[in-house]
């Protein structure tokens, strides 16, 4: 079965550079979301995209945008890189048909991650 | 206080062990909780979701769900050195606003299944 795709999967960046991650969600799934997670912590959710809309943020960085496009695949734009932002950057998607129908169970596919390293 | 609450661990079980992990949440308009799993430097994987009081069984693994206590449970039967990870419990937010529906993750715990 398809899952969900991440490009590229290891990004180096030099501090002040400007970096973008792709994600491709799994076909027919219309919500996508990007969470970060540092060394040893949780994933803390960013933000995410309904219908190529922007439905929710979270702590995502004033130096981040995001986007969806019409195909469904997202895009993370993180521009003035920081040390702080080298971590692993993990996209997800979810299909509302089917967490209509458990109650809300809205469950989220995660891609393999993208892992930055900011120098 | 953590929307999620988890004990961090390393929780220590021997092969072949029940493992406990445990879970509190904050809101009680919260529906639905999930138990992801992540191997270091992997993506979370979804073990199982409960959003009924009681019990849900899928193989060797049990989630336990009690409202009125805000917690959630996940019991690993039969523990296996490749159940070596860390588990995460995830709540979404407690309304069914179709445009706000992120999983909040808490912190989890490492679980450690010793030959």
């Known amino acids: 079965a398809a899952g969900v795709i991440q490009s590229p999967r290891h990004l180096i960046k030099e501090k002040r550079e400007t970096a973008t991650l792709k994600c491709y969600p799994i076909?027919?799934?219309?919500?996508v979301y990007w969470y970060q997670q540092g060394p040893g912590q949780d994933p803390q959710f960013l933000i995410s995209?309904?219908?190529?809309?922007?439905?929710d943020k979270g702590s995502i960085p004033d130096r981040f945008s995001a986007q969806q496009f019409s195909d469904y695949h997202s895009e993370l734009n993180m521009s003035s890189l920081e040390l702080g932002d080298s971590a692993l950057y993990f996209c997800?998607?979810?299909?509302?048909?089917?967490?209509?129908?458990?109650?809300?169970?809205?469950?989220?596919?995660f891609g393999a991650g993208s892992r930055l390293t900011v120098l | 206080q953590k929307e999620v609450e988890q004990n961090s661990g390393p929780l220590s079980v021997p092969e072949g062990a029940i493992a406990s992990l445990n879970c509190t949440y904050s809101?009680?308009?919260?529906?639905?909780f999930f138990w992801y799993r992540q191997y270091s430097g992997k993506s979370p994987e979804l073990i199982m979701f409960?959003?009924?009081?009681g019990d849900k069984e899928d193989g060797r693994f049990t989630a336990q769900l009690n409202k009125a206590s805000q917690y959630v449970s996940l019991l690993i039967r039969d523990s296996q050195p490749s159940d070596s990870a860390t588990y995460l419990c995830?709540?979404?937010?407690?309304?069914?606003?179709?445009?706000?529906?992120?999983?909040?993750f808490g912190s989890g715990t490492r679980l450690q299944v010793q030959p």
């Open positions: 995830a709540v979404p937010p407690p309304t069914m606003d179709t445009g706000r529906r992120a999983l909040t």
């Open positions: 409960i959003y009924s009081n």
């Open positions: 076909p027919r799934h219309d919500t």
């Open positions: 997800a998607s979810s299909s509302p048909s089917w967490g209509a129908r458990s109650s809300g169970a809205n469950v989220l596919t």
């Open positions: 995209f309904y219908e190529k809309m922007q439905s």
């Open positions: 809101d009680r308009g919260s529906q639905s």
